[in-house]
């Protein structure tokens, strides 16, 4: 009875190589986020899709790519991983205006 | 650009103290205002969310209060347990379904 669930939990990895990181939610949703939450707490948004369609672009190197199969799904695929990509990666999803947010992905490059 | 800010950054109270944690933002022409909790090497779990027409919104030992002509928000914690223990996070929404700007979050210590 998960509500938003990501896989994988932990993914520790070398710079240079590709990852994705799924997310899936059974809320009925119909937008869903990735934030970034860097080595001092901070959590700050990177994507938001509503309906499979991107409505929030921040400013991320285009490395990071969202991709958004349908409403239940948005994976997030990092191409070239730099240090500096290490970090926790939440996944969240609304569908008016209270966010939910799944566990997280704590990304180490190395 | 919206700018959250929490004080203070850490807390430590003994078990049974009332408490309030502070939340401020810079342009109070928001949509929402969520307060999180985050355990340590855990998720977020939403605590309340008060809608920027609201004053207030309370459940159970939580009270949330939000002031948005002088961009700031509490969180009343009464009878504070030890379980309480966690990072609380301020977080504004600008339009529904929008990004959540976050505030960088004040860690809550309950001694027994």
Same mark, same amino acid.
């Given at each position: 009875?998960?509500?938003?669930?990501?896989?994988?939990?932990?993914?520790? !990895?070398?710079?240079?190589?590709?990852?994705?990181?799924?997310? %899936?939610?059974?809320?009925?949703?119909?937008?869903?986020?990735?934030?970034?939450?860097?080595?001092?707490?901070?959590?700050?948004?990177?994507?938001?899709?509503?309906?499979?369609?991107?409505?929030?672009? %921040?400013?991320?190197?285009?490395?990071?790519?969202? +991709?958004?199969?349908?409403?239940?799904?948005?994976?997030?695929?990092?191409?070239?991983?730099?240090?500096?990509?290490?970090?926790?990666?939440?996944?969240?999803?609304?569908? /008016?205006?209270?966010?939910?947010?799944?566990?997280? !992905?704590?990304? !180490?490059?190395? | 650009?919206? %700018?959250?800010?929490?004080?203070?950054?850490?807390?430590?109270?003994?078990?049974?103290?009332?408490?309030?944690?502070?939340?401020?933002?810079?342009?109070?022409?928001?949509?929402?205002?969520?307060?999180?909790?985050?355990?340590?090497?855990?998720?977020?779990?939403?605590?309340?969310?008060?809608?920027?027409?609201?004053?207030?919104?309370?459940?159970?030992? /939580?009270?949330?209060?939000?002031? +948005?002509?002088?961009?700031?928000? !509490?969180?009343?914690?009464?009878?504070?347990?030890?379980?309480?223990?966690?990072?609380?996070?301020?977080?504004?929404? %600008? $339009?529904?379904?929008?990004?959540? $700007?976050?505030?960088?979050?004040?860690?809550?210590?309950?001694?027994?």
């Amino acid at each position: 009875d998960t509500a938003v669930s990501q896989t994988p939990k932990y993914l520790v !990895t070398q710079m240079g190589n590709d990852k994705s990181i799924k997310c %899936e939610q059974n809320l009925g949703h119909d937008t869903m986020y990735w934030y970034k939450q860097d080595s001092k707490k901070f959590l700050k948004i990177m994507f938001s899709y509503n309906n499979k369609e991107l409505i929030i672009n %921040e400013t991320v190197p285009n490395r990071f790519s969202p +991709k958004s199969p349908d409403k239940a799904h948005l994976n997030l695929h990092i191409n070239s991983l730099e240090l500096g990509d290490s970090a926790v990666y939440f996944c969240a999803s609304s569908l /008016l205006d209270e966010q939910y947010f799944g566990p997280g !992905t704590r990304l !180490t490059v190395t | 650009k919206q %700018e959250v800010t929490q004080i203070p950054a850490a807390l430590s109270v003994p078990e049974g103290e009332n408490l309030v944690l502070n939340c401020s933002f810079t342009d109070s022409a928001i949509y929402n205002l969520q307060w999180f909790r985050q355990d340590p090497g855990k998720g977020l779990t939403s605590l309340l969310l008060i809608q920027s027409s609201q004053r207030e919104q309370t459940s159970g030992r /939580l009270n949330a209060s939000l002031d +948005k002509s002088s961009g700031r928000s !509490t969180l009343y914690i009464a009878a504070s347990q030890p379980g309480d223990s966690a990072t609380y996070l301020c977080a504004v929404g %600008e $339009t529904s379904g929008s990004r959540l $700007t976050f505030g960088e979050g004040t860690q809550l210590t309950v001694n027994p």
